[in-house]
């Protein structure tokens, strides 16, 4: 058995007034408890990572995200519980298995954009000279207080001076994202801050916490920014087909019949993907012959007429054999997202509806029938 020094816990339970079932709603198409996993595991200096939960939900979507569960008492479940209490309940579980760490890092699920790096830093500075560390970033903010009588008053700076910025002394504005400690030193002093401490700087971006509804549509509207990967690592890739494959409008003939829009460009990014080996699906809720005869001409399946598309992809996976992590579905209107939510890579298109874009993973630079199904294609096939 590999020995492990380093072990990350993340506390989830599954009560909260702030927001309803906060540690599974969903950033960027992923769980804030398995986002908070993911980054753990991504740690280079991480050698187990633990979800401390009494939510079922939670533990199987952190067990399959490749945490280990530890089932967390009620009394440590409540609004009351300390962090610190989740964190020590853990280290005495894994102690009665033998398992022993050098450092605990702490990982709060309500921080959407963990820097794994600053994992990896705060671990390397209390392997060094320091006993705790924690996530910052550094603010040049005029900070107020109100006094007794409700007047304000200054706090770091001097309200009659008011230097440049180039000028003042850098403060930290700790962010919530992570703390490292000295295990040993941790069951002593039974707080996350002992000793020397060492901050741990991060982008501001990563700061935001979600305590509120506010709070997770402004972290929802960041996610593609933040994540914004380069390329997306997949085996299939799912599309919807009017407002995707098309520009979501239609000409209409004496006759009933339609014509659609399609693009040149993303004819050849599908065949691109063919070619690649990467598997291809359009899921449509309409059965109209366009779809088809598209679809033929692209030579990829097609199941239309589909109107509960988070079945008919689950099926279509099992059939093909493929983990829904490894696949890529883009949408671009509120039928998709019972599909979106299934996969690893929910990817919307530059004018899908506000939802969608906001439960993407992924949000696109071209619109539907503009080439949206091309640059798709780039980013799976980018080097």
Known sequence: MTE???????????????????????IGGVPLVVRAVQAAVAAASVDLVVVSTDDDEIAAAARAAGARIVERPAELAGDTASSESALLHALDVLAGEGVEPDVVVFLQAT????PVDGIDRAVEAVRGDYDTAFAAHETYGFLWRRDE???????NHDAAHRPRR?????HYLETGAFYAMDAAGFR????????RTAVIEVPERSAIEIDDEHQLAVAGALAPLVDAPERLDVDAVVTDFDGVHTDDSALVDSEGRELVRVSRSDGMGVALLRRAGVLLLILSTETNPVVRARAEK?????????????????????DAGLRLDRVAYL???????????LVGWPV????????????????????????????????????
């Open 166 to 170: 180039q000028d003042r002394e850098p």
């Open 348 to 383: 919307a298109t530059a004018d899908a509806h506000p939802a969608v874009r906001a439960a993407a993973r992924v949000v696109l630079q071209r619109r539907g029938g503009h080439g949206a199904v091309r640059e798709l294609a780039d980013r799976v096939l980018r080097d």
């Open 188 to 195: 002593l002093a039974l707080h996350r801050f002992f000793g």
């Open 4 to 26: 492990i020094s380093v072990v990350a816990v993340i506390p989830a339970r599954g009560g909260s007034k702030g927001v309803l079932r906060k540690n599974l709603r969903r």
């Open 331 to 341: 949408g671009n209107d509120v039928n998709d997202l019972p599909a979106m939510s």
């Open 149 to 155: 009588t409700c007047a304000a008053a200054a706090i």
């Open 298 to 318: 692209l030579r990829v399946p097609v199941r239309h007429g589909v109107e509960d598309k988070a079945s008919a992809l689950t099926a279509w996976a099992a």
């Open 111 to 114: 921080s959407p954009f963990i």
